[in-house]
């Protein structure tokens, strides 16, 4: 039983240039959020895809986008970048939006860094 | 709004003791869920265990325990008989409803052999 896998596992972009990270969820789940941890800091939520659409987003800005595919993997972009976007952004795996009980399983993570 | 507070920044245990790991939560919904998460050097946020609001028993998963204390807003980690490979970052979080996972800034445990 496969996974949450995240590619790639490191980037290194230089500022104001753009990024594409991919996820693709554990089978059998339908549901993939993100997450922006910072160096020392608990991750930050970024948005979450179900059924193709953003369906909840937290406190970041429009240069931060994704997609969910018909395959429930999902896409993160970040345009623009900033110093301050170097972190390790992960992906979590759901089965569909089951409320409290809702586990979210985790990738990797894809560490980038901007120069 | 949900908040997550850990205390402890920092924790040396010595091999195959105990290890308690605080976590305190603040939330006015009735139904959430508690989750803890372990974060090796690699990266990768390893699911512990979890714990319902409306559960009446503590979860229990292998040598881990969270002993839930509702009154006090209290979801504290167990680590029964530690060893060497618990050292990690550990994350307590906390959702409701479809909500994201809200994050603890995280406790570094270190096993001394």
């Known amino acids: 039983d496969a996974g949450v896998t995240q590619s790639p596992t490191h980037l290194i972009k230089t500022r104001g240039q753009q990024v594409t990270l991919r996820c693709s969820p554990k089978s059998g789940h339908d549901t993939v959020s993100w997450y922006q941890q910072a160096l020392g800091q608990g991750p930050q939520f970024i948005f979450q895809?179900?059924?193709?659409?953003?369906?909840q987003r937290g406190n970041f800005p429009d240069r931060f986008s994704g997609h969910q595919f018909p395959n429930y993997s999902s896409e993160l972009n970040v345009n623009a970048l900033l110093l301050g976007d170097s972190a390790l952004y992960l992906c979590a795996s759901s089965p569909g939006l089951a409320g409290v009980t809702d586990t979210q399983y985790f990738g990797p993570g894809t560490r980038l860094t901007v120069l | 709004a949900q908040k997550i507070t850990q205390t402890q920044p920092g924790m040396f245990v010595q091999e195959k003791e105990a290890v308690t790991l605080d976590c305190t939560y603040d939330?006015?919904?009735?139904?959430?869920?508690l989750f803890w998460y372990k974060q090796p050097s690699s990266g990768e946020m390893i699911f512990l265990i979890y714990?319902?609001?409306?559960?009446?028993q503590n979860a229990t998963e292998g040598r881990y325990s969270l002993n839930f204390q509702k009154a006090r807003k209290s979801a504290n980690l167990v680590i029964s008989a530690s060893q060497l490979g618990d050292s990690a970052m550990y994350f307590c979080?906390?959702?409701?409803?479809?909500?994201?996972?809200?994050f603890g800034t995280g406790t570094r445990l270190t096993i001394i052999p």
């Open positions: 895809y179900y059924e193709e659409e953003e369906r």
């Open positions: 979080a906390m959702k409701y409803g479809n909500e994201k996972l809200t």
């Open positions: 714990q319902g609001s409306y559960d009446q």
């Open positions: 939330t006015s919904d009735p139904s959430y869920g």
